[in-house]
């Protein structure tokens, strides 16, 4: 099988150590890791932030976790705007990846949402179905974007020149 990996910020990895212990499954090689790069996995625990959409874009099925102080939890929870924090839950305007947050955010929980989501193949392929629709929504061809914008002032055939203007103090 392939692993489940663990990306937690710096002050989450005794966290994600803890939940290594409590997952236990003769399947997985666990174990955790600080980057999300060139991940091919079945599923991972990512710490809430930029790691989520990382992580969606690499088509990697996860649960999203954070935890932090008291005091910043309920002042952030009464300006909440949205009833998720996870960017691939933003993205699509509901919940596709599990959200375990703050004091529910125990060992056992995580373990648990990672357990689930890692028996439920179904579960597994229509999010990375969703990660593939939002990749496709996000893709941009900047290139060509370019190329049609400055295609009236280079003229018909020409290669664009990139010029590097430096500011007032470079």
């Known amino acids: 099988g392939q692993p489940l990996i663990l990306y937690p910020n710096l002050p989450m990895r005794g966290l ?13 090689d666990a174990r955790v890791e600080q980057e999300v ?7 991972a625990l990512v710490a809430s932030g ?6 969606a874009l690499l088509r990697c099925p996860h649960v999203i976790t954070y935890r932090m102080s008291p005091v910043t939890w309920r002042m952030m929870k009464k300006k909440a705007l949205l ?4 960017l691939p839950n933003i993205l699509a305007g509901r919940f596709i990846v599990p959200e375990i947050l ?15 989501l890692w028996e439920h193949k179904r579960a597994r392929a ?10 496709a929504s996000l893709r941009q061809d900047n290139a060509a974007r370019l190329r049609d914008v400055f295609a009236d002032y280079l ?11 430096p500011d007032e103090e470079g």
């Open 37 to 43: 790069e060139d991940v091919l996995t079945a599923v």
């Open 83 to 86: 009833p998720y924090v996870g």
């Open 155 to 165: 003229g018909p055939g020409a290669a664009p020149r990139i010029v590097f203007v």
């Open 126 to 135: 229509a999010m990375v179905d969703t990660f593939d629709a939002m990749h």
């Open 102 to 116: 703050q004091d529910d955010a125990t060992p056992e929980n995580l373990a648990q949402a990672l357990g689930n």
């Open 50 to 55: 930029t790691a989520t959409l990382e992580a």
């Open 16 to 28: 994600a150590q803890q939940v290594l212990d409590a997952f236990r499954h003769e399947k997985a």
